[in-house]
């Protein structure tokens, strides 16, 4: 133990800190998405000196592991759509991989002024939108599911793969306002999606060695308790909550974008 903190200058403290943060970040993943908006700075902070794609890849270890017990949490009280889902996971896995292959060939802070104006957006949409996701907003005829779920996936698996932050809490709005999805079952929905982009982005920084397994290990048995957590109070507290959980994050997401595009 004492070599394993000496090699990455930790202190018993330090690996608490990533844990409670790990956890936090499960239990708003489990409810809305948006864990990495916790965990990843997190790890950003304590390893200021490792390569970015190394931290991305410990992220989604613990992240997945999170994502997964929560989607298995919520299979077992909500009746998925199992070709609508598969559906767009596969298209969500295979631009979560082109994402993830490309990450360490651009220079995602490009993308960060973007981002932080979709935020905004979001934020003042779902705002004003006060039934937004209390119930199913309307019916949408299966085949425009279908349609609007695999662009939707496209989009949000790419970025997912391509940085991260906040996909979990996009695909929950995407299914709301697309799929006309209520809050519980959209972030039902977006549990299963966002684990298979998981898959497939993580599989690419294994293969490249981009992690640090013992530190993605502590965090994800903290993420995981969180996750567990995070599903019992939304199946609780039902839509009402996971809409105020929800205006949260993109609150904290916008707040953290803004940091990074005008410090």
Do not use: C, W
Request: charged share 10%; glycine share 10%.
């Amino acid at each position: 133990m004492e070599a394993f903190l000496t090699e990455y200058n930790l202190s018993i403290l330090n690996l608490l800190i990533l844990g409670l943060f790990a956890f936090f970040a499960g239990f708003i993943d489990a409810v809305v998405g948006g864990g990495g908006l916790i965990q990843l700075p997190a790890l950003l902070i304590q390893f200021p000196q490792t390569t970015i794609a190394t931290l991305f890849g410990t992220n989604k270890i613990a992240a997945f592991s999170g994502t997964l017990t929560s989607a298995i949490q919520y299979g077992k009280r909500i009746k998925f759509d199992l070709k609508l889902i598969g559906t767009i996971g596969l298209f969500a896995a295979g631009f979560s991989y082109l994402g993830a292959k490309l990450v360490s060939r651009v220079n995602v802070t490009l993308l960060k002024p973007f981002i932080l104006i979709i935020l905004v957006l979001i934020l003042v949409y779902t705002v004003l939108k006060k039934n937004l996701g209390n119930s199913a907003a309307r019916v949408v005829q299966p085949k425009l599911q279908y349609i609007y779920g695999s662009l939707l996936a496209s989009l949000l698996g790419f970025y997912d793969g391509f940085f991260g932050p906040g996909t979990g809490s996009f695909f929950v709005l995407g299914f709301v306002l697309f799929l006309g999805f209520d809050f519980l079952n959209a972030s039902a929905y977006a549990k299963v999606v966002n684990s298979i982009t998981n898959i497939s982005a993580l599989l690419v920084f294994l293969l490249q060695g981009n992690f640090i397994f013992s530190i993605a290990l502590i965090m994800a048995f903290f993420n995981i308790i969180g996750n567990i957590i995070g599903t019992h109070m939304a199946f609780k507290k039902g839509n009402a909550f996971i809409r105020l959980i929800f205006i949260l994050v993109v609150s904290l997401l916008i707040l953290r974008y803004s940091y990074d595009v005008f410090k």
